[in-house]
């Protein structure tokens, strides 16, 4: 099946720098990606949609300026939290679908970044 | 706007017998698709079954199966001969046609006991 890898899979950083979690489709190619956020025993929650070529859209109450997603090719995105806080420690996931197929029926996960803010 | 409700928190089954996770959703859309993702303890996320709403069938994906009721607007999945591996949080998710984004249900943490 369709590989999305995700780097890194773990990171520290201190309070007030910030971090950029990289999304990778291996073997093809996504127009769409989807940034999620998902905190302890808790479900995932869409962050935005990042769209090659253009503006990402975020969902309601996720602050642009400090996460800001950049979808330069069609095979990666990133998104950078800036100005890191330790409330902004969770557990970020993305996503991503081959172009041209319906965005979630073949759906494919990176494995996951887990943000620690000291 | 969309609603998926999960109402059982965590879930046990005993090796080889057979589990039902429950799901609900709301929408007043005609047109959507259904998922279940599966979390093991690494955190990937893993599609085990989908159902297309303007399919009656049942989706089925070896030991794992749908119940699909749309005009209850319920989505449960079944279990069968369930294996330690299948030990995780299942999480139904629902995507409308017309926003293509998937949202996710709270999630059943599922246990199996030997």
């Known amino acids: 099946g369709a590989v999305v890898s995700q780097h890194p899979s773990r990171v520290i950083c201190k309070s007030g720098t910030s971090v950029k979690i990289e999304c990778r489709s291996l073997?093809?190619?996504?127009?769409?990606m989807f940034w999620y956020r998902q905190f302890p025993k808790q479900s995932l929650m869409l962050m935005a949609t990042s769209n090659e070529g253009s503006k990402a859209t975020y969902e309601q109450g996720v602050e642009k300026d400090k996460f800001l997603i950049n979808h330069a090719s069609l095979t990666l995105s990133t998104l950078t939290v800036t100005s890191a806080h330790p409330e902004d420690s969770s557990f970020y996931i993305c996503?991503?679908?081959?172009?041209?197929?319906?965005?979630?029926?073949?759906?494919?996960f990176g494995q996951g970044t887990r943000l620690t803010v000291v | 706007a969309q609603t998926v409700t999960q109402s059982q928190p965590e879930m046990s089954v005993q090796e080889a017998e057979t589990v039902t996770l429950s799901c609900t959703y709301d929408?007043?859309?005609?047109?959507?698709?259904l998922f279940w993702y599966k979390q093991p303890p690494s955190r990937q996320m893993i599609l085990v079954i989908r159902q297309e709403a303007y399919k009656q069938q049942n989706a089925t994906e070896n030991r794992f199966s749908v119940n699909f009721q749309k005009a209850a607007k319920s989505f449960s999945l079944k279990i069968s001969d369930s294996q330690l591996g299948d030990a995780a949080m299942y999480f139904c998710a629902y995507d409308g046609g017309a926003t293509n984004k998937l949202i996710f249900g709270t999630g059943t943490l599922l246990a199996v006991q030997p």
């Open positions: 996503s991503a679908s081959p172009s041209g197929s319906h965005m979630n029926t073949e759906a494919f």
């Open positions: 073997d093809f190619q996504a127009t769409t």
């Open positions: 929408t007043s859309e005609s047109d959507y698709y």
